[in-house]
Each structure stands twice: as C-alpha cells, then as structure tokens.
C-alpha cells in the first residue's frame, strides 16, 4: 500500500491546489454558493469537480492492483499515468470549457488508465486465480 499512498497523496494534493483556486476565487468575488454565472468560476469548479469524480476509483483499482502484489512497475505506471492526466486535464479545463488539447490528453490518460487497471483486475481474477 505504500506506492498508492504516493499517489494518492499526489492527487489529494491536486485536488487542495483546485479547491483552494475555487476558494480564493469565490471570496475575492463574493460568490458564496453556486457560480453566479461567473464563467472563470464555472471553469475552476467543473476542474475541482471533475478530479474528485474521477480519482477515487483510479486511485481504489490502484490499490486493488497493490493489494493483489501487482508488479511495482506497473502500479507505478498507472500512477505516473493518473497523475499526469489529472493534471493535463485540470490545466485544459481551466483555460477552456471548450475542447482543448489538455483536456483530450487529460482525459484520455484518466479514463485509459482507468479501463487498463480494471481489465488488468479482471484478467488478475480469471486468469490468475480461475474459480
């Protein structure tokens, strides 16, 4: 469990930096609830947001990965791979609500990465240990 943890603090970290641009955001706009259809604020929350809906499932399939004595070099790819994405996708957002390369990269390694370690589980629990 000690990989995960690196990872998962790299994304709880991220995800503070993106609450805290929300935060800031808000106070110095006197915005308390909703976005006041503040277009740069809509930007920060759907970033905020989409990594809190995102990450807690890489980061569980990740832990799966672990706990099941995955090669370290593997969790570590997908980790580097999350983390990456995250972040691509956070920097994309922000600029843009539009279609943008961060974005595309962002999301594509998130949810790639998401799709390799669910089938990299299953094939763990069919091949590997077949009922």
């Not at 998962?8 to 991220?14: D, F, G, N, W």
Request: charged letters at 10%.
């Amino acid at each position: 469990m000690r990989i995960t943890g690196l990872y998962a603090a790299l994304c709880a970290l991220l995800i503070v930096v993106l609450a805290l641009r929300v935060a800031y955001y808000r106070i110095s706009r006197k915005v308390g609830v909703g976005d006041n259809g503040d277009r740069a604020l809509i930007k920060l929350i759907r970033a905020h947001g989409n990594a809190v809906e995102n990450v807690p499932i890489a980061l569980l399939l990740l832990l799966l990965l672990e706990l099941n004595q995955t090669q370290p070099l593997w969790i570590h790819a997908c980790g580097i791979i999350l983390v990456i994405g995250r972040i691509a996708h956070a920097i994309g957002l922000s600029r843009s609500t539009g279609a943008s390369l961060a974005r595309m990269i962002g999301v594509t390694l998130t949810w790639g990465v998401i799709l390799v370690m669910a089938v990299l589980l299953l094939w763990q629990y069919l091949v590997l240990h077949p009922l």
